[in-house]
């Protein structure tokens, strides 16, 4: 939203500022879903423009990264998911790659893209960070529980699937098997539940910590930021690319998990 530029009287107000959302009167994040929307392209793009370009010869330095990126993809879905699926390459690529990018969001300086944001467009208030925002996370955790249904449908049957929600974990026979139904449904509610909410809290519990302290040491002066931010950032490259590679590999294997048999 378009408002007023106000500068930070102090601290408090300067972490106020920088965790405020530029959000529309419903509560729409904009700052959220436009940066999240570009990187997606922005994914898109460089992997279109290297396969349109390459080569069987001597790849690129670009087309080299982007196949080390594939050929590990590839070898984690080889290794967890003991099914075949059209979907699970590009969807497992994707969602690395556009995690990482948005977690990426990290490292560029913590006053530099709402200054741009306010000087080029009046824009008070924005949050650099897609995955720092727990409705991002939560948006693509529901979409991977989505994903857990529809395969576990592709994979046993409407019929089969709604059986194994009442017929595991616990198996039993006649009267028993029907008390254990009740049972056995609330399990598999609760499994489908957990999934998704470990998956977006873990994501954005660790981006949240990282945008934070980044803040925290835009605070203080020059020099120490300069001493303390650029061994936090080099630390935080892991940080941003295991919580991608983490939510790729949980996404993998609840996805495998969903389409074997109890």
């Not at 922005?42 to 080390?68: C, D, I, M, Y």
């Not at 003991?82 to 690395?96: D, E, N, Q, R, Y």
């Not at 699937?161 to 026979?173: G, K, N, Q, R």
Request: aromatic share 14%.
């Amino acid at each position: 939203m378009a408002a007023e530029h106000h500068a930070p009287a102090n601290a408090t107000e300067y972490i106020q500022h920088h965790l405020t959302f530029n959000q529309t009167a419903s509560g729409f994040h904009l700052d959220t879903f436009w940066i999240g929307l570009f990187l997606g392209f922005v994914f898109v793009g460089v992997f279109a423009f290297v396969a349109r370009r390459a080569t069987s010869g001597v790849p690129g330095k670009l087309q080299n990264f982007v196949e080390l990126i594939v050929e590990m993809v590839d070898s984690q879905i080889k290794d967890a998911f003991h099914a075949k699926s059209k979907v699970i390459g590009p969807l497992s690529l994707t969602i690395f790659c556009w995690v990482f990018l948005m977690n990426a969001m990290d490292f560029l300086p913590v006053d530099l893209l709402p200054w741009l944001a306010n000087h080029l467009f009046g824009i008070n208030y924005l949050r650099a960070v897609p995955t720092a925002d727990v409705n991002q996370t939560f948006a693509m955790s529901i979409a991977v529980m989505f994903l857990i249904i529809g395969f576990s449908i592709k994979a046993k049957g409407l019929g089969g699937w709604i059986t194994e929600l009442f017929t595991a974990p616990f198996h039993a026979d006649g009267v028993l098997k029907i008390i254990l139904m009740p049972i056995n449904f609330a399990f598999q509610l609760i499994e489908l539940a957990a999934k998704p909410i470990s998956l977006a809290l873990r994501l954005f519990g660790n981006m949240y910590a990282g945008e934070l302290i980044f803040i925290l040491i835009a605070l203080l002066p020059f020099w120490i930021q300069w001493a303390l931010g650029a061994p936090w950032a080099i630390f935080h490259i892991l940080v941003v690319t295991l919580q991608a590679f983490v939510f790729m590999m949980l996404t993998i294997v609840y996805l495998s998990l969903a389409v074997e048999d109890h």
